[in-house]
């Protein structure tokens, strides 16, 4: 029996995923990329449910909005957890590529996923992969800022997430379009960036013709964020 729950929360300004997993039988849990504007959202809900949050993970340090990471760290004494390469100030637990964490009896692997930043992590436990910025469903993140790497990005999506099985549930850190999840499988056969028949070259010839907007928090939510959301 899985007794793992995840919970998808939503933040309408940044259009950004925020995912809370517990365990059910010791309410344990972690919350993955928080929103600063929505910690109070976050904490009832954790309230509401019972649970004791022990984990703060962040995908990466976010240039679209300030994270939640500090501030529910005063409320909770949960530990900020950072892949090891995003040069953070601040964090508890700075995880290197395949670190193994104990959830209870759920084991979570961390993924070192660079490219659209240098530091990007991916986090697998039980069938499922939540992805941050790296693989979005029918998309990947932009590679034109904060030591971005389309050549990384691409190499990360297809050499390390599309290893694990098709049935794998996706769960990106953004949305635009209103989709909630999707799969590996359905990934490889549809990603109009990195399915199964673009070719690297395709890729790298593909993001050199995109003029993407600069980011309107930017000047503002990565310093914040590379100190964990302490303005």
Known sequence: ???????????????????????????????????????????????????????????????????????????????????????VD????????GYKLNLDNHEIFVI??????????????????????TLF?????????????????YDSVKNKIFKYPDETIVYPCHNYKGFLSSTIGYEKKFNPNVGNNISKKEFLENERKKNRPYPKKFDTAVPANLKCGKT
Not at 10 to 29: A, M, V
Not at 90 to 97: C, K, N, Q, T, V
Not at 114 to 131: E, N
């Open 90 to 97: 601040g964090a508890d637990i700075f995880f290197e590529d």
């Open 1 to 87: 029996m899985n007794d793992l729950k995840i919970k998808q929360l939503f933040d309408y300004d940044s259009w950004t995923y925020t995912y809370l997993l517990w365990d059910e039988g010791t309410k344990n849990s972690i919350i993955i990329d928080p929103v600063f504007e929505q910690s109070d959202r976050d904490l009832s809900v954790i309230k509401k449910l019972g649970l004791n949050l022990l984990y703060i993970f962040e995908t990466h340090v976010h240039a679209d909005h300030i994270t939640g990471a500090s501030n529910l760290k005063e409320k909770t004494r949960a530990k900020i957890c950072y892949g090891s390469k995003t040069g």
């Open 137 to 153: 469903i029918e998309g990947t993140g932009r590679t034109d800022f904060q030591e971005g790497s389309s050549n990384d990005i």
């Open 112 to 133: 070192h996923t660079p490219g659209h930043t240098s530091g990007c992590v991916c986090y697998y436990v039980k069938g499922y992969i939540f992805t941050g910025d």
